[in-house]
């Protein structure tokens, strides 16, 4: 079910132990207009769920029924690293029929979507605050997501920072076994090393087929957000990959 949060607008976790994760911790002090904003629509966005060691963990027996979240069933669209919310929104409005969830660690970009997502008047969205491995882990079941977004994952570019990188083989095996058959992840980068380590990792996991044999094209329904542009207007190209898992896959 969804719940509120007390009037400091803030989601307050213990800060414990630092595990290798895929994401940098950040400070989830909010400007005014995003304390607003999460204490407007919070109850209709967010669902709060009991968290683990870390700050933006989730605890071990924690669970979410996805169709008494959003008060139906319907396909489980996924976006994993939502930000503030730009592609999250735009997609969401495109697929009314779907219900979408984002994952996010960073409270400030989640109000920041929380405020996206009241102008555009879209209900078809819930938030959790927490790493979203973790959540599919958790709180997705088995073959249970239609299609997985990643869109422009930090991209760890030292090599001894490499085992941070979201994409990895143990979250390739996870996705695959979290996706329905036929079901799809869709991913971007715009940095050509990490373009190529994420061919070679999910190219390997045989619970993922290439949808395009190689790159995948652009689609139409993604907005080009104001951190893509930035790489754009740097002169960098947007690596777009889609996986399938297999409709024969048990």
């Keep these: ?29 909010m400007n005014p207009s995003q304390e607003r904003a999460w204490t407007r629509l919070h109850e209709r966005y967010v669902i709060e769920v009991p968290c683990g060691e870390r700050s933006t963990s989730i605890a071990a027996d924690a669970t979410i029924d996805w169709a ?18 730009e592609a999250l929104a735009a997609l969401a409005a ?70 941070r990188r979201l994409v990895n083989a143990d979250t390739a095996r ?7 058959p036929g079901g799809r992840w869709r991913l971007a980068t715009d940095w050509a090393d990490y373009a190529q380590w994420m061919r ?10 290439n949808e395009s044999d190689g790159w995948a094209r652009r689609p139409d329904e993604r907005p080009v957000t104001k951190f893509e542009q930035r790489g754009i207007d740097a002169g960098r190209r947007i690596w777009e990959l889609s996986y399938l898992v297999p409709e024969d896959a048990q």
């Design 94 to 163: 495109r697929h009314p029929d779907a219900n979408v969830v984002g994952f996010e660690v960073f409270a400030p970009g989640v109000a920041s979507t929380l405020s996206r997502l009241g102008r555009a008047g879209v209900d078809n969205v819930r938030i959790v605050v927490a790493d979203g491995v973790q959540a599919l882990q958790t709180l997705v079941r088995p073959q249970s997501i239609t299609e997985l977004w990643t869109f422009f994952p930090d991209p760890w570019h030292k090599k001894r920072h490499h085992k």
């Design 174 to 180: 996870l996705v695959a076994s979290r996706l329905v």
């Design 1 to 29: 079910m969804l719940a509120g949060v007390s009037e400091a607008a803030t989601p307050t976790r213990p800060v414990n132990r630092r595990d290798v994760v895929s994401y940098v911790r950040r400070g989830s002090r």
């Design 68 to 85: 008494d979240a959003f008060g139906r069933t319907a396909p489980l669209l996924v976006e994993i690293g939502c930000g503030t919310g």
């Design 200 to 209: 070679e990792v999910l190219d390997a996991e045989p619970g993922l087929r």
